[in-house]
Every structure is written in C-alpha cells, then in structure tokens.
C-alpha cells in the first residue's frame, strides 16, 4: 500500500474511526498506552488491563475461542468497554508480541 492509497483510506473514514486511528499512531509512538499498562513482576510483564491482572493475551484467545465483548464483560465484571477497545487496539498494533504471549501460555 502506498502513502497515497492510505491518506484516501484515511479521509475516508468518519469522525470516530479517524480519532481512533489517531489515538492508535499517538501510543505507537510512545511507550504509553491508554489503559494498557506492563509491570515486570505483575503477569510476568505482559501487557494487561490497567490495574487488573488481566493480560491483554488472555483475552485475545478468549475472542477467537468465540467469547463475544459481552461474554468477557460478564466474565471480567471489573472491566468496561473501554478497557476491552484499549485491549483491542494494543492486540492489533503488537500482534507478534500477542502470538508469542498465547504460544508461551500454551505450552505452560
């Protein structure tokens, strides 16, 4: 895909779309992810739920087992919709980092 093809993806997508996409490039740039948080010595360091023991990993294997967002939301009553976006948008920006989470757990 060229820069050009991309900035008429982008110009095509509405209001909510476009600051998503901006919220996604904003955390790549840094460290700094919006209710994504890794704290070595909490879930071996892996990326979770902010102030939860809740790996981002876990719940990524939890959707392609076919739990939908509502599903996790009863399973995990201390997160929002929000944290499961933030959980979504991090999968979808760090995926071999994600893969290589779940393949170390599967072994376990």
């Not at 060229?2 to 110009?11: D, N, S």
């Not at 010595?41 to 102030?51: F, H, L, M, P, Y």
């Given at each position: 895909m060229?820069?050009?093809?991309?900035?008429?993806?982008?110009?095509a997508l509405n209001p909510n779309e476009k600051v998503q996409v901006i919220q996604l490039l904003a955390q790549s740039l840094g460290s700094n992810w919006q209710g994504i948080e890794k704290t070595p010595?909490?879930?071996?360091?892996?990326?979770?739920?902010?102030?939860t023991r809740i790996p981002v990993w876990v719940l990524v294997e939890a959707q392609r087992l076919g739990y939908s967002d509502s599903d996790l939301l009863i399973s995990y009553p201390t997160i929002t919709a929000t944290d499961l976006a933030n959980a979504w948008m991090y999968a979808k920006a760090h995926p071999d980092e994600i893969e290589?989470?779940?393949e170390r757990n599967e072994v376990a």
């Open positions: 060229t820069l050009k093809e991309l900035e008429q993806q982008l110009l010595r909490v879930c071996g360091g892996e990326a979770r739920i902010t102030k290589l989470a779940i």
